[in-house]
């Protein structure tokens, strides 16, 4: 991002920690498809990312057109909802297959259930509604990181990269 000012000097760049910790926290996500022709879809998804394996999960039908695509072309982006302290990840997507991948939809779910129905008592139901669906997996391969204020965002735009 040079032409706007950015330097390549990495000091006083935003740590992966400042990154994390949005993703973390943040609840309504943009999830960013394309299909096999590149026809871009987004739409807002919940879902979590867990830090110690740096990777995104969500839910949705089986039949939505992100899952779709997905099969079509696994790259996507994922963003948070803060149009000031941005957060953008470009990966690869897939739908995680339960007799595989049971391990990390266990961590999906129990982050999931902790996040979103914290007081709720009963969460077999709402277990059993997100394994009906497909569960998707985003792997990271960059992402970018940017303050959109006047006074920090040519001094604290940064690249990630895995």
């Known amino acids: ?51 110690e394996t740096d990777r995104f999960w969500f839910s949705c039908s089986r039949k939505a057109r992100k899952v779709r695509n997905i099969g079509e072309n696994a790259q996507c982006v994922v963003t948070v909802d803060d149009t000031v302290e941005c957060v953008s990840v470009e990966g690869r997507a897939r739908v995680a297959d339960p007799a595989v991948d049971g391990e990390g939809i266990g961590g999906m779910i129990t982050a999931y259930l902790a996040k979103y129905y914290p007081d709720l008592d009963g969460t077999a139901d709402m277990e059993a509604f997100i394994l009906r669906n497909a569960i998707v997996e985003v792997a990271p391969e960059r992402a970018f990181g940017i303050i959109e204020r006047d006074t920090e965002f040519a001094q604290r735009a940064t690249r990630w990269r895995w």
């Open 1 to 51: 991002m040079a032409d706007d000012g950015v330097p390549s000097d990495p000091a006083g760049a935003l740590p992966w920690t400042w990154a994390q910790d949005r993703l973390v926290r943040n609840k309504n996500y943009w999830v960013v498809t394309a299909s096999a022709s590149a026809r871009p879809h987004a739409l807002p998804v919940w879902g979590v990312w867990l830090p």
